[in-house]
């Protein structure tokens, strides 16, 4: 057993003073912040008000008018302190992760190196934001596409990645040439002045960086509906619910401004006779109960071969019941709390509905943790088919478990679902693994092989198709999204022939 800590409320006060967080803004104001792990007050953060959230955005879009003509590679420069100041902050930031969102150490820490490294990437981006020469059917002429800063991007986050998701849009907006306003989700908002606080010292380091560049607006719903509906707000990035994605979409459509969603998952695994189950097994807890079943790319149903459902699901059972669980700062806890009571309930309603379309429940329960956090033993639920509950998202540590055999029934079964984030297949028979990969293969965002479908890395472009919104982020070509793109044509001669051959002489 490890030693009892100091109570999350001591502990927060002490790393944001570290971590150089005005007092002011974590004391005093009407909104509650908790702990997941005692579910105590950790801090009283105040909501912007309408006419800080207007301020707000006029002034990153005065910083833009700005911000669009400094030179990429030296916008870059200030993502490069930004880098920095996380590395600096690196073990407080991630501490605070795990008090704010309930995080084990080692996945707080994970979730700030993930912010160093796309900040990174989009160092090495501030030198490569470039467009294409594009062959022209005109003589003497020339076309090319060139892109440019796109305006203030307006970013909304979930509870689960509290910062990483805010790194991923701003690192890339900030060399893009984009000011960022951000409202965090309510129930993380200390982490996001903690980042705040970095990005004002990276800022004074650089020395020229525009007031307004970068912004946290601190609050509920209304704060992010502000955010979308404002003209100024040129692509707005929203991650979370794909009930939230339904109300952002068509408000932020029909002002004609860009939405990036990144929204609900409902992730599948296959599992092929020739997986090797020692990985298969190892992925599959990872996916499943890490974060407590509270990623959005959390393996959520199985869908395995009967030549291997009950030699797996027997390895399951035993890695399922000796999980530690508890207070995310001991050292072994490998699943800490959920999020809120609101979490729980949905998790034990989930549970009765499986159990009404004829699954099998094992674990499910609460078990015993620290004051009032609510901590739950992870299910695994056999069920007989995909029924409803198994087709919608629950954010808990459920994982449906389905046997089917043939391997264009098991793509199928992965596909017939609304969420399109993430996949995976554990097979040794290339035949299948290229097959999911293929065209008819998975339909999702995201297809793995090998590995489960949670703990993405930057380089690559994050998203799904479906409900999850059809976003990217993150690595690969996403950077487009932060830029509005010009194509030139250029004449360089002495004549004006037109395209296609179209003849108007005066
Ligand atoms: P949520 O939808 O309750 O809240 C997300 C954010 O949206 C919060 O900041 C909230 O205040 C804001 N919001 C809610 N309604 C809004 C509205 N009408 N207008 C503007 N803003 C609004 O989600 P949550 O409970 O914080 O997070 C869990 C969900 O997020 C899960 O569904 C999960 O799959 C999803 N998620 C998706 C990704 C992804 O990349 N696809 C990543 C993380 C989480």
Known sequence: MNAPWQGPLAETEALLTKLGVDQRLWTGGARAARSPITGEIIARVHDASPDECRRAIAAAHDAFLIWRAVPAPRRGE???LLGDELRAAKSELGRLVTLEAGKTVSEGLGEVQEMIDICDYAVGLSRQLFGLAIATERPEHRMAETWHPLGVVGVISAFNFPVAVWSWNSALALVCGDPVVWKPSEKTPLTALAVQAAFERAAQKFGEAPAGLSAVLVGGREVGEALVADERVRLVSATGSTAMGRMVGPVAAARFARVLLELGGNNAAIVRPTADLDIAVRAIAFAA???AGQRCTTLRRLIVHEDVLEPLMSRLER???SVQIGDPRDTGTLIGPLIDEAA????????????????QVIGGERVDGPGEGIYVR????????????????????????LASSDMDEAIALNNDVAQGLSSAIFTNDVRESEKFCSAVGSDCGIAN???????????GAFGGE?????GREAG??????YMRRATNTVNYGRTLPLAQGVKFDI
């Open 449 to 459: 092989v090998n590995i489960g479908p949670s703990g993405a890395e930057i380089g």
């Open 319 to 321: 890695a399922y019941a």
């Open 378 to 401: 992870p299910a695994l639920v056999r069920m007989p088919a995909q029924s409803e509950v198994v087709r919608r998202e629950t954010f808990a540590p459920i994982l449906y478990v």
């Open 78 to 80: 200030l993502v490069r």
């Open 289 to 291: 109960m890490g974060t």
């Open 476 to 481: 690969s070509d996403s950077w487009k999204a």
């Open 466 to 470: 479906k409900e999850t919104g059809g």
């Open 344 to 359: 729980w309930q949905a998790m034990s309603r989930a549970l009765d509905d499986a159990r009404a379309q004829g699954g």
